[in-house]
């Protein structure tokens, strides 16, 4: 009876490894395709301080006919492991540029964040010319654009990646460190790269209300970024209280659903035409 169960939880074990295998590679294929087929959107989140929206993220969407929504979180790892990740980056980078050049229209200063993968800066000089040419073609300084990299960028390629960002760098592009806090990170790194933004993981706003020791962390790395001369922003704002508390420790900049989710380009501009209606 022993053998038999083990047996079929052997089995059992080896199916769903094999289900996963065949997930991921229907996921692979279908992605290619939607690729191919322009299906993937942007949504974008505004970015605020003191005088309302100065920036937006842009942040990529994929809704299959067959399978729903599909999270970031879930199809960009797979994009990463193969060559998918350039074609969809160089995409959300064009994309991203073109909307805020209209975005510009209304509101002159105001930039936009891209999340870029650590695969992407494994491809320095790919990545600078896609940059550049979008930019060209959309006629934006390269202030119009901020790059998200989280810390574990720095893991690989430490030397290809700092040139990269010193280069582009010149030509006005911000840099953000995504999800900070929960990554490896090194102070040095942090010392040695021009970067303008920190950006403080949800994980550490989530509770920062109610929890001494979040409290205590967060306000740390303001004390961080404020001697390397970085901007901080919390991220995942989603109440009042959050908002409050970050307030009071000297953040003022944040994201979150609190101020609005991340909206498609048409409501996007009229929540940002009742913001600037509010102000004025
Ligand atoms: P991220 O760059 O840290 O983006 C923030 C995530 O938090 C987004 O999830 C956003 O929708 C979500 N969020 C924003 N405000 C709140 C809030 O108040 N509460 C909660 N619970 N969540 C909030 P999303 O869009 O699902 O993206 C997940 C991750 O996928 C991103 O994390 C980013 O790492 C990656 N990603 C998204 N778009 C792109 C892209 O175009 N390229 C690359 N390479 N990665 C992307
Ligand atoms: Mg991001
Ligand atoms: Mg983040
Ligand atoms: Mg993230």
Redesign the pocket.
């Known amino acids: 009876h022993a053998k038999k169960q083990g047996k079929s939880s052997f089995k059992l074990y080896s199916s769903r490894l094999s289900d996963k295998i065949h997930c991921r590679q229907k996921l692979e294929t279908l992605l290619r395709l939607a690729v191919k087929n322009e299906e993937l959107h942007l949504v974008f989140q505004p970015q605020i301080n003191e005088d309302g929206v100065f920036a937006i993220e842009a942040l990529l969407r994929w809704e299959d006919p067959e399978l729903g929504v599909i999270s970031a979180d879930e199809f960009i790892p797979i994009a990463e492991e193969s060559l998918l990740i350039e074609e969809i980056t160089h995409w959300v980078i064009n994309q991203s540029l073109q909307m805020i050049a209209r975005l510009r229209l209304i509101c002159p200063s105001v930039y936009v964040a891209v ?1 870029i993968s650590a695969k992407n800066c494994l491809y320095p000089e790919k990545l600078k010319h896609c940059i550049l040419t979008g930019l060209n073609d959309a006629n934006l300084p390269g202030s119009a654009l901020e790059l ?1 990299v ?1 810390e574990n960028v720095f893991l690989q390629n430490v030397h290809n990646t700092n040139k990269l960002f010193k280069d582009l760098g010149h030509y006005g592009i911000r840099f953000a460190i ?3 806090g929960t990554g490896y990170s090194s102070l040095t790194y942090l010392l040695n790269l021009p970067l303008n933004t920190l ?1 403080i ?2 994980s550490f706003i989530q509770d920062i209300h109610c929890n001494k020791i979040k409290l205590g962390v967060v306000k740390g790395i303001l004390v961080i970024a404020k001697s390397l001369s970085m901007n901080c922003l919390a ?2 704002v989603e109440i009042e209280a959050q908002k409050q508390c970050l307030e009071e420790l000297g953040c003022n900049r944040f994201q979150g659903y609190y101020f609005s989710k991340p909206l498609r380009e048409k409501d996007f501009l009229l929540y940002l035409k009742s913001d600037l209606l509010q102000k004025s």
């Open positions: 999340n998200e989280t995504d999800d900070f950006k993981d949800r991220e995942g």
